[in-house]
């Protein structure tokens, strides 16, 4: 199992060590919710989650959900916390771009901390780690119930993501400026880093100080968790999108509709958008690597085969047929537009052989700004909700997400600058493959280079085709990025 022991502030509080750990001793404190339901179901502080719960896993599923990993502690309420609520003063801060659900995080966090502990003070901090770190250029806003009510019904933030602005001594001065020792930090694996290293740096000052991640990726690319919030929102929406795609080309001989959806270095979302839909002919993403006069065979086949096709692809596919080169302000590789190359080649392709069209839609930042679906604001309340006993029990610099459908602590060290990616050998992406109907050479389930096929053990051998292993790793990352 994962050891939280460093997590806990009995054991790091004013830079102790080598102290044994014992949560049921170091918990001092009742949790009122035992006045306040005392029906209630508690959880031992040792309950654990296995990792791989498979037996004879045939597949590679080290950082999957669960995988690699022997098992997780829990995440959720216990008899004893650490904290008393009373002296609580807790912050929350939604970092990187938008997401499904943002305002549903904000929300039940709010109301946990309000209605199960009865803690008095709540800020949000606006725009990202720019606004801890700059509070009079973004005034904080005292989160309450009230203000709360109806904000998981509109999308966005009312706390104003924002990207770069990290600083460790300025936004702990911030923090402690506010009397703040909890502290809630929304955002990705870039954001998680930084607040690892905002942890560290308040252990340096012996500042008892609860930190505790909740991980966002529409992209649904986070280590170690069954799913992210949002992705089923995107999924959903992306399936709309592709509905539509496929009236366009379907109403016009030999049309063709290419949707566009997010996902720029992981294909969850159109993978599972296209297996929702079950109207894609041709699902492209970013781990799979293809050429394009094997495209054009394929578009040229269905159109022959039922004189319409829909082309599903990935933000952050084929990039290295449009790569750019170039990157933005905050260091994010400046991606090239996939779906209008599509759109060029395979028009230029159909007039010089059997004639059609092609219909590009790019829905793109619609899918991430809308509120989050019932299934997504469940995620986000559970989510919100063992966060904030996690923190009550005194751990910190961990993350919270779900294992095999429970909620777990997961060390922000151990998610930072790494990102899961769709696996060619899954079960998921080959039933893809096959309800779209494609060919071995645009899937990533074909031959070797020199063409000759793979036997089962030189494929078990090679894992994701074009990649060397079921990750993208970030490198080295710089506070600018989160």
């Keep these: 199992m994962v050891d939280l022991g460093a997590h806990h502030l009995s054991t790091w509080s004013g830079n102790k060590s080598g102290v044994t750990f014992e949560e049921g001793e170091a918990n001092k404190h009742i949790n009122p919710m035992q006045i306040t339901w005392p029906g209630s179901r508690f959880h031992a502080p040792e309950e654990a989650v296995l990792g791989n719960i498979l037996n004879k896993d045939s597949s590679s599923r080290v950082g999957m959900a669960g995988g690699g990993v022997p098992g997780f502690l829990r995440a959720g309420a216990t008899e004893k916390i650490y904290w008393n609520p009373k002296a609580v003063r807790a912050g929350i801060v939604t970092c990187g771009g938008l997401c499904p659900g943002l305002n549903s995080i904000i929300r039940e966090v709010t109301r946990c901390l309000r209605h199960c502990y009865h803690v008095d003070s709540v800020l949000g901090f606006r725009s990202g780690y720019a606004g801890i770190l700059k509070p009079s250029e973004h005034p904080p806003i005292v989160l309450t119930t009230e203000n709360c009510r109806e904000i998981h019904m509109r999308g966005g933030s009312i706390l104003e993501a924002g990207r770069g602005g990290f600083n460790p001594d300025g936004i702990l001065d911030t923090l402690r400026s506010h009397g703040i020792n909890m502290l809630w930090v929304v955002g990705g694996d870039g954001t998680q880093w930084a607040a690892d290293v905002l942890v560290q740096a308040a252990q340096e000052r012996c500042m008892e100080m609860s930190v505790v991640g909740i991980p966002k990726s529409i992209d649904n690319d986070v280590v170690y968790f069954d799913r992210t919030f949002g992705f089923d929102t995107a999924v959903t929406a992306g399936c709309d999108v592709i509905r539509r795609g496929h009236v366009e080309a379907s109403s016009c001989h030999n049309g063709v509709a290419i949707v566009k959806l997010m996902g720029r270095d992981a294909g969850f979302v159109a993978r599972n958008a296209a297996l929702a839909s079950t109207l894609a002919d041709l699902v492209l993403i970013p781990e799979v690597k293809w050429k394009v006069d094997d495209l054009l065979q394929h578009v040229e086949g269905v159109l022959t085969r039922k004189h319409h096709m829909t082309i599903v692809v990935a933000e952050g596919a084929g990039q290295e047929h449009v790569s750019t080169g170039k990157q933005d302000d905050t260091g994010h590789t400046i991606y090239g537009d996939i779906g209008a190359f599509l759109k060029d080649i395979i028009n230029k392709h159909l007039k010089k052989t059997i004639g059609g069209r092609c219909f590009y839609i790019d829905p793109s930042y619609i899918i991430r700004s809308g509120p989050a679906d019932p299934s997504d604001h469940m995620y986000c309340a559970r989510m919100a909700y063992d966060s904030v006993h996690a923190a009550m029990r005194g751990y910190t610099g961990v993350v919270v997400g779900s294992v095999h459908g429970f909620m777990v602590m997961v060390p922000m060290a151990r998610m930072a600058g790494i990102r899961r990616t769709v696996q060619v ?52 990352l710089a506070g600018k990025n989160t």
């Design 425 to 476: 050998s899954s079960s998921v992406w080959q039933a893809c493959v096959q309800s779209a109907k494609m060919p071995a050479c645009l899937s990533g389930m074909g031959d070797d280079d020199d063409g000759a096929p793979r036997s089962p053990k030189a494929q078990a051998k090679k894992k994701d085709r074009g990649h060397p292993s079921m990750y993208r790793t970030g490198g080295a």
